[in-house]
């Protein structure tokens, strides 16, 4: 006999226009916006190889965590995008959320400790309209990122100018969606449907890996994912060079980076020892150290994402340019 299951027609959604929101557009940064000074010496070469990747026609890689979206990063990545320095943007499914709201009402995040307290965490109406997304996806077998994208794109929400999901349905440029059952707020939603969410995601995961089967002489940076973006990466970069061994291809010789708060130490491209902390930091052992053990290289950036990635967007943009007048 099957277990209870919650029954999901017991919740009561709320309007988005009644929720507190932490975060509005304010925060996003524009190519010509005022950057707070950054340096660290891997930038440089994390610029050259983009622009070299990008004059190449190799892929550019960014798996990002939500926090870098929310830091207004949004305006930066389609810029890149719209000029060829970024061929892929992967997501986890907070991300997504994030950038559909604010593509949607210019705000977005809650006050989890509040709204958990008062039983409505998550449990925001219009936002759930991702989940119908998931179905039209599943229907129409693209991926979940595509038809997010499509529907900020076909609905003229206000502020989709500064959506990465949008800019990449626009330009046709994969923006990937990555999700895990029960970790974001739609999920709670009496509309979800796990089916519709997975078939859309694994679209996203295998759109994913035929970027990442392309990856020799390209970039591939993970920003502010601890689990989600090394974890999809390694298991597309399996699957990748499983396909290149028997075409007689190798698949060793790209640029990797991280993009992180954590203090890593200074030893970076050896693997910690079991009983190190610092081992079961996913980012460090799997895009720093083992996937590029055959020939690759790796580089860590410490810092603010609001400080990071402007930087590596400037460093990139005075990249191309010096390329042009040599």
Not at 44 to 71: D, M, Q, T, W, Y
Not at 163 to 168: D, F, N
Request: glycine fraction near 10%.
């Amino acid at each position: 006999m099957p277990y209870e299951q919650f029954d999901r027609s017991r919740l009561h959604l709320k309007p988005l226009a009644e929720r507190a929101h932490e975060i509005d557009r304010s925060v996003m940064i524009h190519p010509d916006s005022p950057c707070e000074p950054f340096e660290h010496e891997s930038l440089p070469l994390l610029a050259e190889r983009i622009v070299e990747s990008a004059r190449n026609e190799r892929p550019i890689i960014f798996f990002c965590g939500a926090h870098v979206l929310r830091k207004g990063n949004g305006p930066l990545l389609i810029d890149m995008m719209e000029r060829g320095f970024l061929t892929h943007l992967a997501l986890n499914g907070a991300g997504a959320i994030h950038d559909f709201e604010l593509a949607m009402i210019g705000a977005t995040t809650e006050s989890v400790a509040r709204y958990v307290s008062e039983g409505q965490f998550g449990l925001w109406t219009e936002t759930g309209r991702i989940n119908d997304a998931a179905r039209e996806a599943q229907h129409e077998g693209i991926g979940l990122g595509e038809a997010v994208g499509r529907l900020i794109e076909r609905d003229e929400f206000p502020y989709r100018q500064t959506s990465v999901l949008a800019a990449g349905a626009r330009l046709g440029v994969p923006v990937t969606v990555h999700v895990g059952i029960g970790l974001d707020i739609i999920h709670e939603h009496p509309n979800f449907d796990g089916a519709a969410t997975g078939a859309a995601s694994y679209a996203d995961f295998l759109v994913f890996t035929q970027s990442v089967s392309r990856l020799e002489g390209g970039v591939f940076l993970n920003i502010g994912t601890a689990v989600t973006g090394p974890e999809v990466y390694l298991k597309a970069l399996a699957m990748s060079r499983n396909a290149a061994r028997r075409e007689g291809r190798r698949i060793a010789q790209f640029t990797t980076g991280v993009f992180d708060i954590a203090d890593l130490g200074d030893q970076l491209h050896s693997e910690a020892a079991r009983n190190d902390p610092r081992y079961y930091f996913r980012p460090y052992k799997t895009v720093l150290v083992r996937t590029v053990a055959d020939g690759g290289a790796s580089c860590y950036v410490r810092g603010d994402h609001a400080r990071t990635v402007p930087a590596l967007y400037h460093q990139v943009i005075a990249a191309a340019k010096n390329k042009q007048t040599r």
